[in-house]
């Protein structure tokens, strides 16, 4: 079983949609990054959080430490919110990151 | 200006060839990393360095030798290329270590190897 898994792989959503990406963990963690990876490829930090929630945005990150568990929210999605969403874990313990597989999210008009 | 730059971008190359990719941030972060991502999209922490001292250091072949000359700079070394050393090798940087709740991630564009 991956230390990380996130749900669902793959999600296709209209333009406006309310969009929700989970992600569980089984490792302790000192907090919980979420990454957008562009189509070209380029990676950037969304959210860093160790409880409750962050917003940026149209964009929503939550965490419940206890149940290991952080979901991303996209709200009233748009195409160019199509890439990939990465859940990483931040270990409590080596200082290093687990990445989840990754969402792929692709928005139509 | 770009943050974490890596050069280059693209590297096509033969086996048994080495090979380097460079590493620049102009943010003062104090923190850098060496991060693969194989042909299944899976990002994997390779080394990371903190004020130029190695902090983590990956279960990765000794092919591999990441290189500081100060903290703004870390170069990737790679000897004797194998085939399945192809993937998108991204470098990283953040303000502190990880453990520091203020350090997000700034990522480089990534480069991507080939190794035929």
């Known amino acids: 079983k991956n230390e990380v898994e996130q749900s669902p792989q793959n999600l296709t959503a209209q333009e406006g949609e309310f969009i929700t990406i989970n992600c569980s963990y089984s490792v302790g963690i000192s907090a919980l990054h979420w990454l957008q990876q562009h189509p070209g490829g380029g990676i950037v930090s969304l959210f860093m959080?160790?409880?409750g929630k962050k917003k940026h945005g149209r964009l929503i990150a939550t965490i419940n430490i206890q149940e290991k568990h952080s979901s991303l929210h996209i709200t009233a999605s748009h195409p160019r919110d199509s890439a990939v969403y990465i859940c990483?874990?931040?270990?409590?313990?080596?200082?290093?990151?687990?990445f989840g597989a990754g969402t792929i999210l692709r928005v139509k008009s | 200006d770009t943050a974490v730059s890596q050069t280059p971008k693209y590297l096509v190359t033969q086996m048994g060839n080495d090979k380097s990719i460079k590493c620049e941030q102009n943010?003062?972060?104090?923190?850098m990393y060496w991060y693969k991502q194989d042909s299944k999209k899976f990002l994997k922490i390779m080394f990371s360095?903190?004020?130029?001292?190695?902090?983590i250091n990956e279960t990765v072949p000794n092919r591999f030798s990441p290189k500081s000359p100060d903290k703004a700079h870390l170069n990737l070394h790679i000897n004797s290329l194998e085939l399945g050393d192809s993937a998108v090798y991204f470098c990283?940087?953040?303000?502190?270590?990880?453990?520091?709740?203020?350090?997000?991630?700034?990522f480089g564009n990534g480069t991507r190897l080939t190794v035929t």
């Open positions: 959080l160790s409880s």
């Open positions: 360095y903190n004020n130029k001292e190695l902090i």
């Open positions: 990483a874990p931040e270990m409590e313990y080596g200082n290093k990151l687990v």
């Open positions: 990283a940087s953040s303000l502190q270590g990880l453990s520091s709740y203020n350090s997000p991630l700034h």
């Open positions: 943010l003062g972060h104090d923190t």
